[in-house]
């Protein structure tokens, strides 16, 4: 029996074969890509929900079972052992990193983590009320204006250097978009703290004032950017490659990417969760919002609740709920934002219409109630999530490169429109 798929056209009988090829793991794929020369016909898949773009060894997710693999390593095992630095380590060179391979990344990051005092004009043109995503979106961009030198994204050690910019640079360009916009005096990177720790404290401190940043706080971040790393060739990652398929530097990828990540639909879910926590605002007003999201005549969603990929429950939600508590229970908040969230939570759990539909609480949810305790304002929510997934999308660009040849990204169409008018 031959690993093929055979498509026949009904309308003349002419039958065409085309090869299966097979993963390490997951559905097997229809190569195609001799379709239009055997048939002179395209595929027809309208937001690609059954095509696979590109071959890939970086995340596996199998939605039935609730699995998530990041280069084979469950997130679960990561989170649980690893940091995030760690895991972007290993999603960026395909293994974790020894004690001395770890410590050399450390460096490299600190070293980085400062940006060109030019910059601070971009900061200082944006209007107060802008999102930190706009302003985030043009200061990533404008790295390449501010760091000329090296922008030959085909040139491995030029590719390199400007990754590794853009990772190291991301919490600095992020906490800097905030405070500029609030009009709060910037603060400059602190090379004693950590990663995630020296985000916090760009974010969260003044100068001569000690701040009080706790080790749960920084590891409950640190998680948060962890389970936001990369999730295959979801919009934003699937936009990175395609700015990339065009031999653009990353610089420009990765603005674009942030792009992608801005709607809604995609990085704005768990800003989403919680604007809805403070619409809903009391525990009274719960089994009211619980029934509109029952009723079939109102689209009313609960959201962080749900998911398009994961029909038994969100491994990542997993992680985060236990997180989510441990910060909770160490940071003594009891709002009564939190109590409208854990009614929420507990109805949906139990309700026979949240369980016969497979609506568990969402990595949103918790990651949305995670950032809420770290008193991380609703706006920066996205900016956190950019700060996690780029490490993804620069081992995606990587991947990318890596591949023999780099084919630009071009769909096709389907035209509808007038025939020859004249
Ligand atoms: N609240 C109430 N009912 C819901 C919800 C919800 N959040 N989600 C789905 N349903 C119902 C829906 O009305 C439908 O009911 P019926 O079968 O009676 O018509 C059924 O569940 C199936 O819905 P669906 O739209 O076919 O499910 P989907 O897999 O296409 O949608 C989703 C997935 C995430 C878009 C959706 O669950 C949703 O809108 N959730 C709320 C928004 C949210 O939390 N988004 C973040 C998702 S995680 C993002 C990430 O991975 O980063």
């Given amino acids: 029996m031959s690993n093929t798929v055979t498509l026949t056209d009904n309308r003349t009988g002419a039958s065409y074969e085309f090869p299966i090829l097979d993963g390490t793991k997951g559905p097997s794929v229809i ?17 690609y929900t059954s095509t696979a773009m590109c071959r890939s060894s970086i995340t596996f997710i199998d939605g039935q079972k609730g699995e ?29 990193p020894n004690a001395h391979e770890l410590e050399a990344f450390r460096l490299e990051m600190k070293k980085r983590s400062f940006i060109h005092e030019g910059m601070m004009k971009i900061f200082d043109a944006f209007p107060d009320k802008s999102h930190p995503m706009a302003i985030l979106q043009a200061a990533v961009a404008s790295l390449s204006s501010f760091y000329p030198d090296h922008l030959n994204a085909n040139k491995p050690e030029e590719f390199h250097e400007m990754a590794m910019r853009i990772i190291a640079k991301m919490p600095t360009i992020a906490a800097f978009s905030y405070r500029f916009k609030k009009g709060i005096p910037i603060i400059y990177p602190n090379l004693d703290r950590g990663f995630t720790e020296n985000f916090l404290y760009m974010l969260r401190s003044y100068p001569y004032e000690h701040v009080d940043l706790k080790p749960i706080e920084v590891k409950a971040l640190d998680t948060v950017f962890m389970l936001h790393i990369d999730h295959e060739q979801n919009a934003s990652t699937t936009t990175v490659r395609t700015v990339g398929s065009t031999h653009a530097h990353p610089y420009a990828c990765i603005a674009a990417g942030i792009g992608a990540l801005w ?34 005549n109102d689209p009313f969603r609960l959201m962080g609740f749900g998911h398009r990929v994961y029909k038994n429950f969100d491994p990542r939600a997993k992680v985060l709920k236990k997180m989510c508590a441990q910060l909770i229970d160490e940071i003594g908040i009891d709002s009564e934002l939190l109590k409208v969230a854990r009614r929420i939570e507990e109805i949906a759990l139990s309700d026979e219409y949240f369980i016969s539909r497979n609506l568990y609480p969402n990595v949103d949810f918790y ?50 429109g007038e025939s020859n008018r004249v």
Avoid: C
């Avoid at 690893?82 to 999603?91: G, P, Q």
């Avoid at 709607?263 to 926590?277: D, K, P, S, T, Y």
């Fill in 31 to 47: 190569d195609i890509s001799t379709l239009f020369t055997q048939t002179g016909m395209f595929t027809f898949d309208r937001g």
């Fill in 68 to 96: 998530l693999l990041h280069r084979g390593y469950d997130i679960a095992y990561l989170a649980e052992n690893h940091t995030f630095l760690e895991v972007s380590y290993l999603l960026l060179n395909k293994k974790l």
């Fill in 263 to 296: 709607g809604h639909a995609h990085g704005g879910a768990n800003e989403g969760v919680i604007r809805q926590l403070e619409a809903i605002g009391t525990l009274d007003n719960v089994d009211k919002f619980i029934a509109r999201a029952k009723d079939k």
């Fill in 367 to 416: 990651s949305g109630l995670i950032l809420k305790a770290l008193g991380i304002p609703n706006d920066m929510f996205a900016v956190i999530f950019v700060i996690g997934r780029v490490s993804g999308w620069i081992s995606q660009l990587i991947e990318l490169k890596e591949q023999d040849s780099i084919k630009i990204v071009r769909p096709r169409q389907l035209y509808v």
